[in-house]
């Protein structure tokens, strides 16, 4: 059979024709022989996210941002997600834009959730959710790190203008008055201190002998604290407690007028009797050394014994009266 001029320039149309579909649709990123699945995602800013961006599943392509536009009801960018895989993707999964890193593009990582077992069927709408990347979590963290910076060399800076204005020039001479004051101290305390040790080398002697003695001294006290310790100082300090308790009950009786030299020590007759009868011994006392021929009269011859003669001012009398 043969073909006709015809036929062929139709086939050729044809192919070309094919061709420039095929062509086209893989300049746009789309293969024609693959076969997708279509989602899509809504954002608030896709500022870095391009046409052609990667999409990934834990890190392995899966798929690439076919188109991005502008929904004209809600004003937030409608992203269009090309996907050739056939993993399960639940309805709750979420669509993440992040920054693999400083000079690569941002991409779009979806993070299945298993938990959800209703799956995504095509040209449906995943969640979507922007991650911080690498330059923006940095900027983030050095932002409070700037505002101290700036705290501090304000505070440096007014710390200098405060030093600037103690140090002028009579403060520069006191500060060097007092380190060269300060430097005659140790100066002095050195030579001090070189002092104290040739008196320490002197002495060396008598410091080792004061030690040794100490060290004795130390020894007995050690042995009169165990001398101490076997005495059985309780025992003593009991009977002790138990004597004063004794004595303090006696002083209460004889203050009380209890017992015989109670009633000694209280009886305010018993004390006028024994000064009444110490008065009388007194005078008896006197009596006999100023007339003793009273009380003893010696008659050789046998006289008649001289009868007694009241003495005029007779103490007694009168005391017994």
Do not use: C
């Not at 995504?120 to 709408?125: E, F, L, P, S």
């Not at 969640?127 to 705290?151: N, R």
């Not at 110490?278 to 009273?294: A, C, G, Y």
């Amino acid at each position: 059979m043969k073909l006709t001029r015809e036929i062929k320039t139709a086939i050729l149309v044809i192919a070309t024709i094919l061709l420039f579909i095929w062509g086209y649709s893989f300049l746009k990123g789309r293969d024609l022989f693959t076969n997708y699945k279509t989602f899509y995602v809504e954002y608030d800013n896709v500022e870095g996210l391009a046409k052609s961006a990667p999409v990934t599943i834990n890190g392995l392509t899966v798929g690439k941002v076919s188109s991005i536009t502008l929904s004209e009801n809600t004003g937030k960018l409608l992203v269009e997600l090309q996907l050739k895989t056939d993993f399960p993707i639940s309805k709750s999964s979420i669509a993440a834009i992040y920054e693999p890193g400083f000079i690569a593009g941002k991409q779009i990582a979806i993070y299945p959730n298993f938990s959800d077992k209703t799956i995504a069927v095509d040209g449906q709408q995943l969640q979507g959710k922007i991650k911080l990347g690498l330059t923006a979590s940095v900027s983030e963290k050095l932002i409070p790190i700037q505002k101290k910076l700036e705290k501090i060399m304000v505070n440096t800076d007014n710390l200098i203008t405060g030093i600037n204005n103690v140090l002028d020039k009579k403060g520069q001479e006191n500060l060097k008055t007092s380190l060269s004051e300060l430097s005659k101290t140790i100066a002095q305390f050195h030579k001090a201190s070189s002092s104290l040790n040739t008196i320490l080398d002197d002495n060396k002697g008598q410091i080792k002998g004061v030690v040794t003695n100490f060290n004795k001294i130390s020894s007995d006290f050690s042995k009169i604290s165990d001398s101490l310790n076997k005495a059985d100082l309780g025992k003593t300090a009991k009977n002790l407690q138990k004597t004063l308790a004794n004595v303090d009950k006696l002083m209460a009786n004889l203050q009380a007028g209890k017992g015989t030299m109670g009633k000694i020590l209280n009886d305010e007759s018993l004390y006028n009797n024994l000064s009444k009868t110490s008065k009388e011994l007194e005078l008896l006392l006197q009596d006999v050394r100023l007339h003793p021929t009273r009380y003893v009269n010696v008659s050789l011859f046998g006289k008649k014994n001289k009868p007694y003669v009241e003495p005029v001012n007779d103490t007694v009398t009168k005391v017994k009266n």
